[in-house]
């Protein structure tokens, strides 16, 4: 009931309003109110309607109304959207497009690898077989390819790229990367893909495609009839392509005639500059090979160094360069290395063809020539060589699994045929080239000081001298260090093929210890040439530090691997450290001046036969001998040496050594505390009988009784030990005045029987027993110390000059020898102008002669005086001599002018002096000074090439040694000693007097 009051109507409910209430003019659901006339109009599309009084709404973009008096907007169904806002309909997706869900405002693009054709797509089909489409949002199926680094194998689909092909995003097939090769599959989509030699070979072409003109595996050959070119294509082979093989046989020819006249004649003419030029281009040809090894390693070579290293390849045996396969009619790696294999051998033919022809044109060369030039061509040579043989086992991994030679990368390793045919080639020139060369020169470096002491083998040292005569004597040994150094380097390429991280570092290592080595002996002859080899090897560890970051490596395993190498690096200092004072403590605590050998001798009677001893005992054992003229400063505890530092002691039995206090002393010692001992007779001693036993209290002085007392020796202990020595003890009997090689078979028989180890190698006397001595040595022949003291003297003198010399005892020796000899040699002692024989070596020398032969070798003379009891003689002497001569048959009255110039001659030559009794550097230090009157052998390579030439107008070959000893043996009597001696000791003249005793009663 409406009434009206007087603030509006009273309505129904309670409320006084002027208008009626919301609730009764609000519009239904799906109806709006127009503002305008008040009524509710219905909902038009794309819009929706609450009802009551609120506004139409815009249906929001994914949703429609499609229909007036819509109350709410429907979203859009799948495969369909709503872009806009008040959407009356949804628009169906288009291809490409896709709704999976409802109420969309916008279609998904087909993700990629997917597609849609049609419209209204819910979702979108996948390529399938692994491919994917370049964008998405693709609606042909024509749109699917392989993604990039992936291909379409009509089997499986699209496979991974293989490492060293190239895939690009389609369906094509792969192509081959440059550097790498791979033949098509067909079906199976199988690729095994080869490391080619090089880019230019395999340009990165379709599968299975080479450079122009190869053919096979990696493209590792030329076709047949085809020869190889620098850029990595192949030519035909025309006519006239055989021609650089034949020019280079011919030059090669002529090349080694050169070489073979130069080395064997032109020597003699070289100063030590053309020295000097020889041995720096010997370092250069080795720095270049070592360059050519490291040129091997995993290293990525990039412009302009790659330029210049790959020049290196001119010093290997590569015969492409000669367009060998024009030759043999194919390019065939096995016939490639059978004739890098015979380079070598074919060398040796050429030289052996120059000096035939050499011959034939009237020129005398020696095979020691023809020897030495082959011996510098396989040093030079050497790293080629061995980096040559060594070819069949540098094997390189495959991107497919495989690996394959380095040279030849078409020749997959241990899979086929003809790489088994090369290791087997392989094996045999490893055998006939690195391993032989190598144990040939350590035999012939560890035989050279025995062959230079005992003069056995100085014509086959002179042979040797390619390996030798670029260094100083001392140090001969650094011709093999060189090749062993060389060794490494060839064969680390190799080794470590498949760890190129370590190549560097031990290549890098063994450089720095070649230097390090060449700084501290500082072998070359040259100062140059020592100055040239240190600056070669510093610039090629340069190169390696230079290289190192270009390595190619696998950065995760070479990180492992470096660190251990680095701590060995870092721990190497300390470890250094640890083991020098652990050494030095060591030596501190366990000495090792132990003796092995004990030289008991009478001074005065056998000082010089003992130091002869000691120098044919070091020529086969390396154990120390105890000489007191060497060990002064041992003297007071001569008897303490023997009894704890002293292994076994020789007796050298004269006529004089047990009436000797202090060699009594050393007996008695030796055999007190059961020390080793070995007896050698000489010439002249007569052994105690039980009556000279008895008489030897009565030899010494009370004085020396009491020195003997005060080390606990008294006149029993003396008896005992001299019957123990004749007795209990197997004797030796040395002859002093019988052949050399006599004497050196008893030492060697004293160091067994003295239980001293033994050189391995040592030397011996030559097969055809022929020598050419150069430097004759005599003096007084018919003296057992004085011959002594020339035969040290002679074995000192060739040990230091590297020249051959002999002992001369009788003129007949002089005759056989003269014709070889320049030098000739005197050694003057008491006595000796009054020996025949001496008389009559002298006369065969020519001496005295007044107009001597022009066509026979005149010999320079030298003179020592190693005697200083030896008196120059007088006016009268000379005088008597040219009237009575010497009173013997031979040198009589009519022998005496003759004899008289030659004595003058002689004596008019000053005399250096040597002492036979002094200590061993003493007598070095004489010997050296000397050996500078031999001016001829200042130059020992030169003067050597002089003496072979000179040789050739001699005949003969030389004097057959062992056939003179016999012829010599039975004109030469034994000597015998005076019956009577002055006795005095040899170790200190002042404590007793001299007196005599006759040996009928001692």
Known sequence: MLTIGSGGLYWMDGNIWPLPPPSLTDCDPGFFKDETTGQCNPCPRGFACAGGSQPYQQCARGYFANVTGMINCLPCN????????????????????????????????????????????????????????????????????????????????????????????????????????????????????????DTQECPGLALGECSPGRQGLACNNCIVQYFPLEDGTCAQCAAGDALPAIFSMIAATIVIIVLLSSVNADLNQQSLNLLTVAAVGSQMVMAVQALGSIRQLSIAWVDPVREIIELTRLLTFDFDVIRISCIYGADSPTMKFLGQLLACPMGAFLIMVAWGLARLRGKRMSLDSVFNLNGILLFALFITLTLAVLGPFQCIGNPDGSSSMASNPGIICYDSAEHWTLIGLSIVGIICYPVT??????????????????????????????????????????????????????????????????????????????????????????????????????????????????????????????????????LGPFLAGLSAVGYSIYRHFMPGDMFGIFLC???????????????????????????????????????????????????????????????????????????TTVPVICDGFIQLTEKTLEAIP????????????????????????????????????????????????????????AKVSMKVFRSTAPVNGKVKARIL???????????????????????????????????????????????????????????????????????????????????????????????????EFYKELEINGLG???????????????????????????????????LEKQVSEISRRFRRYKDIAAASAQDNSDDQLVSGDGVDTRQLELELAKEIPAMSMPTAQVVSTNMDASVEEPHVVLAEEF
């Open 698 to 753: 009565d030899v010494w002085t009370a004085q020396q009784k009491q020195i003997l007392a005060n080390y606990g020796i008294d006149m029993e202990d003396v008896k005992k030990a001299y019957v123990w020595l004749r007795d209990s003890l197997e004797h030796l009997t040395l002859s002093r005045f019988g052949p050399a090689q006599g004497r050196e078979d008893i030492v060697i028989e004293m160091l067994q029987r």
């Open 78 to 197: 799948f495969g369909s959207y709503a872009a806009e806002v008040g959407s009356a309909e949804c628009a169906d997706c288009l291809p490409g497009f896709y709704a999976d869900v409802l109420g969309l405002e916008a279609c998904k693009k087909c993700p990629k690898g997917t597609y849609m054709e049609t419209t209204a797509a819910v979702q979108c089909i996948a390529c399938g077989m692994g491919m994917v489409t370049e964008e998405s949002g693709s609606f042909a199926a024509s749109d699917c390819q392989c993604a990039q680094g992936t291909f379409m194998c009509n089997v499986t689909g699209c496979q991974p790229c293989p490492d060293g092909l190239s895939c690009a995003a389609g369906l094509g097939p792969p192509v081959m990367l440059p550097g790498f090769w791979a033949e098509s599959s067909g079906e199976t989509c199988s690729y095994s893909v080869l490391r080619c030699r």
């Open 601 to 675: 001798h009478h001074k005065g009677g056998a000082g010089s036969l003992c130091r002869l001893l000691k120098l044919l005992a070091h020529r086969h054992s390396n154990t120390n001998v105890f000489l007191d003229s060497d060990q002064l400063e041992d003297l007071d505890l001569i008897f303490d040496t023997i009894r704890a530092k002293t292994k076994s002691v020789v007796v050298v039995l004269t006529p004089e050594l047990l009436k000797r206090m202090w060699c009594a002393g050393e007996i008695v010692t030796a055999h007190k505390n059961k020390v």
């Open 888 to 922: 013997t048959e031979g040198l009589g009255p009519e022998s005496g002018k003759l004899l008289s110039k030659a004595y003058r001659s002689l004596l008019n030559v000053l005399a250096l002096p040597l002492s036979p009794m002094g200590s061993e550097g003493l």
């Open 437 to 570: 060369i190598l144990v040939w020169a350590t035999y012939t470096t560890v035989k050279y000081p025995s062959r230079i002491n005992s003069g056995a083998g100085l014509q086959l040292v002179n042979r040797y001298r390619f390996l030798f005569q670029r260094f100083r004597p001392e140090c001969y040994f650094y011709g093999l260090v060189l090749l062993v150094r060389n060794a490494f380097v060839a064969l680390f390429p190799v080794m470590f093929v498949a760890a190129p991280e370590i190549q560097v570092v031990l290549m890098g290592a063994l450089f720095v210890c070649g230097g390090a080595l060449q700084v501290r002996t500082w072998p070359w002859r040259t100062e140059q040439a020592n100055y040239a080899d240190l600056i070669m090897t510093c610039f090629l560890q340069i190169v390696l530090l230079g290289a190192a970051p270009l390595l190619e490596i696998d950065q995760a395993q070479s990180t492992e691997m470096l660190g251990w190498l680095l701590c060995v690096a870092v």
């Open 777 to 875: 040595i005599t003096g007084s022949v018919t003296d057992a110390e004085a011959l002594a003291t020339v035969e040290v003297f002679q074995i000192m003198v060739q040990s230091h000059m590297r020249v051959e010399c002999a002992m001369i005892r009788s003129d007949k020796e002089m005759t056989a020898y003269k014709p070889w000899a320049y030098y000739f040699v005197v050694l003057f002692s008491r006595g000796m102008l009054r020996d025949p024989r001496f008389a009559q070596i002298l006369l065969s020398t020519g001496a005295g002669e007044e107009e001597p032969d022009p066509s026979v070798r005149q010999l320079e003379i030298v003179t020592v005086s190693a005697d200083t009891g030896f008196e120059f003689p007088s006016a």
